[in-house]
Every structure is written in structure tokens, then in C-alpha cells.
């Protein structure tokens, strides 16, 4: 199993939910009033933040419950996720009867269903797809996996971009693009037993 190293110990945070103060300005005799409309958006709006904070706890494995999610604790979780679709596909595999001797590419297409490229017989590659889509616990620990790389990577982007800004601010945004990111998708590429993520562009 592989995931593309970071730097350890990089900080990345997580914005956290907080009730702002606000203080009157003087001189400002602003009126703001809700409309009955306005207070049941406020209402459920909430209503879903408290449903959000219930949940931090689990977010990540718990990760960040100090307030900060590190690179560490995310690749850590990546990993955990990756291992787990790789342990499925290779279970699935040998349910098959499936003998595999090349690289196999697994994703997703946009109505998350899984597909499979690979040098088996289209019959056996069919056999797999509808095996592995029928197995929605493999799917929750590709995107799982793909999600935690996704960060990862926009992380480590911005580590760059900032490092190169401090230098020379108008050659970083030629080199890096103001809020650009790579277009395309993560697959999942599994040989020799092993699985790893890789980024496919579109």
C-alpha cells in the first residue's frame, strides 16, 4: 500500500465553528429585522451546525479534536482506508477465481459507479466491476482514501505556493495559478498486492 509522502508535522487546519460577537458602532443606528422566512432559515441553520459539532468526534478517526487536523493525522487516516479497499479487492479477486498479473486501475464516474480497467477478459473485467459495485464498503474506503490524498495534495499546493509567494509574489502566481487546482480524478491502482492512489487527468 502507498499514498504520496508529505512533510510530517505540517499543520493544516480545519476551519472550526464559532459564534462571532459583534459590537455596536457608534454613530450606526443600523435595524436589521428577519422575516418569518429568515428566522426558520436561522432556526435550521442551527440546528444542522449542532448536528455538525455531535459529529466531530468521529470526524476522522477523531482526528483534530484539538482544534487542528495535522497532514499526519489525515495521511494516517488516508492510509487506514486505502489498506482497507486494497484488502477488499484482493478478497474479491480471489472469490473470482481471478488471476491477476498486470496493473488493474479502479474509479469512479460521476454517479459514483465503480469502473475497472484492466488486461482481463472483458468478461472477467464485468465480473469484477459488478462484484466490487455491489460492495459498498470497498467504495466508502476508496473515497475515504481519494478524499484524504485530495487534501493532502491541496495542502502540500499551498505549502508551495506560500513558500514561493514569500519570495517573489508575482512569479509564484505564474508558476502556480491564484486558486487553480489540477483537474481530473484519483484512481485507485492495484499490482503485485499492493494498491496505491494515483491522479488521473482530465
Sequence with gaps: M??????????FLIHTLQAQKTSARPGRNDLVTLSDQGKKMQAQSLANTSSLLGTLDNF?????????????EIQA??????KKAEDILAKTLKQLGLQVDQRI?????EQGV?????????EENQRLETALNEHPEFQQAF????SSQSLIDAAQRHLEF???YAI??????????MGSSPSGQYVLEYAGGQASLGFRHL
Design 77 to 82: 487516516y488516508g492510509k487506514k482506508h486505502l
Design 2 to 11: 502507498k499514498i504520496s509522502p508529505v512533510s510530517a508535522r505540517s499543520p
Design 168 to 177: 517573489d509574489p508575482k512569479a509564484a502566481v505564474v508558476r502556480h495559478g
Design 162 to 164: 506560500a513558500k514561493d
Design 114 to 122: 465503480v469502473k475497472v480497467t484492466s488486461k482481463l477478459t472483458a
Design 105 to 109: 486501475t479502479v474509479n469512479t464516474d
Design 60 to 72: 476522522m478517526d477523531g482526528a483534530g479534536k484539538d482544534g487542528v487536523i495535522t497532514l499526519d
Design 143 to 146: 473515497t475515504k482514501a481519494s
